[in-house]
């Protein structure tokens, strides 16, 4: 038995009553990566100071890709982030087809995507993949399911894979959350068949609850051991709250991650 994966957590969503830098370090002690979420709150010098290995970051403040306002709001935010994560030697920066607000709800909803909006929002990336290349950092566009987030646009799996493999360039990538496809359309494994040459990271929560591996429907073992089969060696980051105990939710994600 081993651990292929380069396994991570979310620090935004575990030991809820500790201050962040605390939890960055106890998930560095444990052997884990550390996922963050925005930055303006957070104090960096105390979390750079840990030494941990920071796996991804919101990578933007404001902005959406689809129109030219929302664009240019994104690629200021994306600019600034980026600065955030070099200092931080954070691994990927990530994005949502539009900005999100209180509860994940998007800031601009749409429930129809035109053919307009489709152009525009490929455009957005190629300028985001060429503000990358500039800075010398990754981005990764996620998935979100329509039941949490209404309204997004490109927020479904399937369209996620169209635009990051139209753009195809190397400074962007899936982060592939299955907890988001299980509640949006299933078919997991297949789904990271489809994605695998674009995926930057893959995320996972249980589902019902968004908890740890094995609190759910989700059978993720037999989704480690298939991702293994597929060659993805990539990394693996539970961005999920704790049923219980964090430290033994942690556990339950090593172990379901254990090929």
Not at 113 to 124: E, I, N, Q, Y
Request: some cysteine.
């Amino acid at each position: 038995m081993s651990q292929p994966f380069q396994l991570a957590a979310c620090a935004e969503m575990l030991w809820l009553d500790k201050p962040m830098d605390w939890r960055v370090a106890r998930l560095t002690e444990m052997g884990f990566g550390v996922g963050l979420w925005n930055w303006p709150d957070l104090d960096l010098a105390k979390i750079e100071a840990v030494g941990a290995n920071f796996t991804i970051m919101n990578g933007y403040l404001e902005g959406r890709l689809a129109d030219d306002e929302g664009a240019e709001m994104l690629l200021r935010s994306a600019r600034e982030t980026a600065q955030i994560g070099k200092r931080l030697n954070v691994d990927r920066l990530n994005l949502h087809g539009t900005g999100l607000g209180d509860g994940g709800i998007p800031i601009c909803q749409h429930d129809v995507v035109s053919g307009d909006m489709w152009l525009k929002a490929r455009d957005t990336l190629n300028r985001i993949c060429d503000l990358a290349e500039e800075e010398g950092v990754v981005f990764t566009l996620e998935n979100l399911n329509l039941l949490d987030h209404p309204g997004c646009p490109f927020g479904s799996t399937a369209d996620v894979l169209a635009l990051v493999s139209s753009v195809d360039r190397p400074q962007l990538r899936i982060n592939l959350d299955l907890y988001h496809t299980q509640i949006g359309e299933g078919d997991l494994i297949r789904w990271c068949d489809k994605c695998l040459p674009w995926i930057g990271e893959i995320q996972v929560a249980d589902n019902p609850g968004r908890c740890e591996p094995g609190s759910g429907e989700i059978n993720y073992k037999m989704i480690a051991k298939a991702l293994y089969e597929l060659e993805y060696r990539g990394p693996v980051g539970m961005e999920a709250f704790a049923s219980g105990d964090p430290e033994a939710a942690l556990e339950a994600f090593r172990t379901a991650f254990t090929v």
